[in-house]
């Protein structure tokens, strides 16, 4: 099972960027998704969430409203899209997969049984 992360890169402040999340080796279909961040010197925080049928989604306030998840089920791939960047969004982002099927997760790491490696996004001022 992996959750292969893309989109990242260096990108002025004010830009946009689009994160990819594509899972191999089974279906997420019926899994909620998550995009979760780690800036340098900090701990990993949640970014956004959406459930197993993409019809419900919820952001940290910071991100609310500048970034949007959406998911392709039949592509079993979770998307960020991320728009007015700051420099204090950048961080490396990962994505996650819920570890129970057809449930809202929620902002919690635990909340998530599985995990993609990372990709970094930095965001010059």
């Known amino acids: 099972v992996q959750l292969q992360a893309s989109g990242g890169g260096l990108v002025q402040a004010g830009g946009s960027l689009r994160l990819s999340c594509v899972a191999s080796g089974r279906s997420f279909e019926n899994y909620g998704m998550g995009w979760f961040r780690q800036a340098p010197g900090k701990e990993r925080v949640f970014v956004a969430a959406i459930n197993w049928y993409g019809n419900t989604r919820f952001y940290t306030d910071s991100v609310r409203g500048r970034f949007a998840i959406s998911r392709n089920r039949d592509d079993n791939a979770v998307y960020l899209e991320m728009n007015n960047l700051e420099p204090e969004d950048t961080a490396i982002y990962y994505c996650?997969?819920?570890?129970?099927?057809?449930?809202?997760?929620?902002?919690?790491?635990?909340?998530?049984?599985?995990w993609g490696q990372g990709t970094l996004v930095t965001v010059s001022s």
């Open positions: 996650a997969a819920a570890s129970r099927v057809r449930v809202l997760p929620g902002r919690k790491e635990s909340d998530y049984g599985f």
